[in-house]
């Protein structure tokens, strides 16, 4: 927002000459003088009800409001009084049938802004002295006038909005924003500002609408394309994004910054697969094995009750042998109180057990396992697209730091999952093939390590050494253990 600010402000101090040069000291002592005198005639009766006199009024005042010098201002509010006056010449000059006269039309005609006037002119012009003056609201009502006295006009439109922004008047930037695209501005800047009023109240549609109208005056533009990356991606629109940013590439190949941006969005849309992937994989699991679980945990339980069953039979008979054994007695309740508790377990892990079968009916099987298959393909796409996007911005800059390190991030985030793996896994799958998959997590973050090796040259304080050392730490481990690094 600073840097499209900075280039308005440029714009307002060039802004071509108007009707007139600037005048001379005596001219400016003559306007004076001729405005002392128009404001007296308007008080007089007779006079205020010519439409001559108001007529004269509206071109002293419009002239005087057209002074170029900022060091004259003889009336800052010269232009209004000057539209006013038109108004009224309108309103009093009629003929004999009660049609508008000549100088009505005249008059109406500027107020109607059918072509570029004087009057628009001195808008324009008292518009600039109070934007230099830092008088924003002023500013603001004299460029909006401008807006309103000609109907093809950009450039009030243009100031109006640059000055209600200022204002935070976001509401009347927005609308005049929307009057210079609709009379056919083409300044790139002031689709970026226009864009950036949406975006700040998240519409992200219309943002995007006021960046395509200016693409279309400016087509191919770099910094409107790149600002509409931005904002999709703001709105969550990332598959968008990287067809922009991809268009992008195509036109400038050797743009680093794009290519490592585009690479950026394709490792995001990757990670993002391997999240959802791995959240259905577990869903998939857990829809089987919970109810094996239940099962083997019931069949424990029952078990158990058979031993209870032994052990109250033996103590029953040892007491009728010997009843007044104490001790014998409080061994046989407390086989039945634990015979109870077995019970009630076993109640409840087969409420779970039935609740997991109808919750096993419930999941369409052959439904996820589709999903699952095209994740993977998504995401050995989006990979390999990541992998081949960062190796071309390094082809263009071997020291871009955020290349090496999103290349290195993404194998060693595969080991990273295959790590997770192995701590996953209990005595028996571990035996079964712990060691091999630790000889790929090893393999993964030896693949990694050259990309966090360079990156950290690049940049020594950066997460790339913390994570080279963690990289260095896991191998190390791993090769303790005798086990071979594999791929």
């Known amino acids: 927002m600073k840097r499209v600010f900075v280039s308005f402000i440029l714009a307002l101090l060039v802004i071509p000459a108007f009707s007139q040069d600037a005048l001379e000291g005596a001219m400016i002592s003559q306007y004076k003088k001729d405005k002392e005198k128009s404001d007296a005639k308007i008080q007089d009766p007779k006079a205020a009800e010519k439409a001559s006199t108001w007529m004269d009024r509206a071109k002293l005042y419009e002239n005087i409001a057209l002074v170029r010098d900022t060091t004259q201002v003889i009336d800052a509010d010269a232009a209004s009084k000057a539209l006013e006056a038109y108004k009224k010449v309108a309103e009093l000059d009629k003929t004999k049938k009660g049609e508008p006269g000549k100088l009505a039309k005249e008059a109406q005609a500027i107020v109607d802004g059918e072509k570029q006037s004087p009057l628009y002119d001195a808008f324009i012009n008292q518009g600039v002295k109070a934007f230099q003056g830092k008088n924003l609201q002023g500013a603001l009502d004299n460029f909006s006038a401008a807006h309103g006295i000609f109907k093809s006009d950009t450039t009030g439109a243009l100031y109006a909005a640059i000055s209600a922004q200022q204002l ?105 697969h391997t999240k959802n992937l791995r959240e259905l994989e577990e869903k998939l699991a857990a829809s089987g094995g919970q109810k094996g679980k239940l099962a083997e945990e019931l069949q424990t339980e029952k078990s158990k009750i058979e031993v209870y069953d032994g052990e109250i039979k033996r103590l029953a008979a040892r007491v009728k042998a010997q009843p007044k054994n104490a001790e014998l007695k409080r061994q046989l309740q407390e086989v039945n109180n634990s015979k109870k508790e077995t019970e009630t377990a076993i109640a409840k892990i087969e409420g779970d057990l039935k609740a997991a079968e109808e919750k096993e009916k419930a999941v369409n099987k052959s439904e996820i396992e589709g999903q699952i298959n095209d994740l993977k393909a998504k995401q050995a796409e989006a990979k390999n697209n990541a992998l081949k996007t960062y190796e071309k911005a390094i082809a263009v800059d071997e020291k871009n730091y955020d290349a090496l390190f999103g290349l290195g991030a993404i194998y060693y985030n595969e080991g990273v999952e295959l790590k997770r793996e192995v701590d996953n896994m209990n005595m028996q799958e571990y035996q079964q093939k712990g060691k091999e998959v630790e000889g790929k997590v090893c393999g993964r973050f030896k693949k990694s390590r050259p990309y966090f090796e360079r990156a950290a040259a690049v940049n020594p304080d950066s997460d790339a050494k913390t994570t080279l050392d963690n990289i260095n730490n896991i191998i190390q481990q791993v090769e303790s253990k005798n086990i071979p690094c594999a791929e």
């Open 168 to 272: 935070n008047n976001h509401d009347v930037a927005i609308q005049n924003y929307a009057g210079y695209a609709k009379n056919g501005g083409k300044d790139p800047s002031a689709f970026y500002g226009y864009a950036q009023l949406y975006r700040e109240k998240k519409d992200y549609d219309n943002a995007l609408q006021a960046l395509d109208m200016g693409l279309k005056a400016n087509a191919n533009h770099k910094d409107l394309m790149s600002e509409k990356v931005n904002i999709l991606l703001a709105a969550g629109r990332e598959e968008a994004a990287i067809k922009e940013l991809t268009g992008l590439v195509e036109k400038d190949p050797n743009n680093v910054v794009n290519l490592t941006n585009l690479g950026i969005l394709y490792d995001n849309t990757y990670s993002n």
